[in-house]
């Protein structure tokens, strides 16, 4: 197996800060599951109706397929840049740069955007204040980033120790409106046949609504960023990996049972399939089912969700990009780290102000264009994850009828998990053309679809800036990352 040459991979972050617990935390935090369920789950119900656990599952299959794909790439090539070095050294600097870097990069930073207002606009009405006040909102939002700028470059430790508390409070409260919903008067009996995916109308309702699932399993990767600063960095961040995305997913289903046990799929009043329900299906339900003072929980659990996800994005994004400096594909200022803290000073700042000025300026331009933005992101989950899960083949290619494990563990499913996710690409890419898909529209296109695809057609043009900027990474061809991560016999 490559071992990474010491000098060439140790960027000064301080290894052994988090175990297994701490990994799998950072993982369901950056999901945001008390956010992502209630903005999706009322959307999913409209789709297929009782049906919507039945997505949830469906939905997980090449979350989890995918999931696999990231634990053996990390195996064999545990470096902070997860996806940009996997793809580099499977494709080549192009491949890497755009599908591994660029793409996941500004996935998270359209994501870190929308999560900002989310909080503010949470907090905000826990404390009683104008929600509806645009400028209000976006300056609370920003002044949520800075504080969680500076908690992301104070260190993993410090960072993981605030997420124990943030995720629990998201947990017991998703876990006790459940057991609430379930033993309320009037409440269905759970039933298998919610199930079951035989049961949907049209090969088109199914897709959509797995399309939306995307979303709410997306960023269990982030864990991985940090396996640099993992003890066993070659193991844990992988097992992390599968088992937060199986956590989420018995969470997803326990809540999404209860809600639909409680309240059912009709169109009118508390029904999951009432429209004026779907973006916020947790704050209608809580209270009825918990009561009024209760109910201000969930209001927390969200707020802190998203705050909660962003932290780990302003911890993953800045050592992707900190991997991306140090092969020489980036600029040499994201490789530097705090002499005290061992973080990406640099990086954590850069990315920090960068969300300040993405969400200010989509705000500026109007709040549907940031709720665009936001659905774009489904676009770009399935394109960088699809193109990962064809790299772990590709790389291990030849290895694959060494052992009916690699064949299965290295070929099988994160070939399946990879189509499935390319798919899901297309079929969305279909779906976004239609101007009624999202709430803007140009010249009869979908803005979501422009934005989805003007992201992309800007990371093609940011490849050819970089290769003019950095020809020696780019010149190396897929022997870049090889020539840096040396090995042991070297």
Not at 372 to 391: E, F, K, N, Q, R
Request: charged share 10%; aromatic share 10%.
């Amino acid at each position: 197996m490559t071992t990474p040459h010491p000098d060439e991979t140790d960027k000064g972050l301080r290894s052994g800060s988090v175990g297994l617990l701490a990994s799998v935390a950072l993982g369901l935090s950056s999901t945001a599951p008390a956010y992502s369920i209630t903005v999706t789950l009322g959307y999913v119900a409209l789709v297929v109706g009782d049906l919507a656990p039945a997505v949830l599952l469906l939905g997980f299959v090449p979350i989890l397929l995918t999931a696999f794909a990231f634990r053996e790439l990390n195996r064999e090539m545990p470096d902070c840049g997860t996806t940009f070095v996997w793809n580099t050294r499977a494709f080549g600097p192009r491949t890497g740069w755009f599908a591994g870097g660029w793409v996941p990069q500004i996935a998270t930073l359209i994501a870190m955007a929308a999560l900002a207002q989310v909080s503010s606009g949470y907090l905000l009405s826990l404390l009683g204040l104008e929600a509806a006040d645009g400028a209000l909102v976006a300056a609370v939002a920003v002044l949520i980033v800075a504080v969680l700028t500076v908690v992301a470059r104070r260190g993993l430790r410090f960072a993981a120790g605030l997420q124990y508390v943030l995720l629990g409070l998201q947990l017991l409260t998703l876990i006790g409106f459940g057991v609430a919903a379930l033993a309320r008067d009037g409440a269905q009996s759970p039933s298998l046949s919610w199930l079951d995916p035989l049961a949907m109308d049209s090969f088109g309702s199914f897709a959509q609504a797995v399309l939306l699932c995307l979303f709410i399993y997306w960023g269990w990767d982030a864990l991985i960023t940090t396996n640099e600063e993992t003890r066993d960095s070659d193991r844990v961040p992988g097992q992390a990996a599968v088992i937060s995305t199986l956590v989420l997913l018995g969470t997803y289903l326990f809540t999404a049972f209860a809600a639909v046990s409680f309240a059912g799929t009709g169109a009118g009043g508390i029904g999951l399939g009432n429209p004026d329900n779907a973006t916020d299906v947790l704050a209608s339900l809580a209270p009825p089912v918990l009561g009024d003072s209760l109910a201000k929980v969930m209001e927390l659990a969200v707020c802190v969700s998203a705050a909660s996800a962003l932290l780990t994005c302003l911890v993953s994004s800045p050592r992707s990009s900190l991997s991306m400096a140090a092969h020489g594909a980036l600029p040499a200022a994201f490789a530097r780290v705090h002499p005290r803290y061992r973080t990406p000073a640099f990086g954590t700042v850069f990315y920090g102000s960068a969300t300040a000025a993405v969400l200010l300026t989509l705000s500026l331009l109007s709040g549907a264009f940031l709720g665009d933005a936001i659905l774009c992101i489904g676009l770009l989950i399935a394109c960088y994850y699809g193109t990962t899960a064809i790299a772990c083949v590709w790389y291990f290619r030849k290895q694959l009828r060494t052992s009916p494990r690699a064949l299965f563990l290295r070929g099988v499913l994160p070939l399946a998990g990879g189509l499935l996710m390319l798919g899901a690409f297309v079929r969305s890419a279909y779906d976004m053309v239609d101007p009624a898909y999202g709430s803007t529209s140009f010249h009869g296109i979908g803005g979501v679809f422009l934005l989805g695809t003007g992201s992309l057609a800007a990371g093609a043009l940011a490849v050819l800036t970089a290769r003019a900027a950095y020809p020696a990474f780019f010149r190396n061809g897929r022997t870049t990352v090889v020539t840096r991560l040396v090995t042991a016999e070297d």
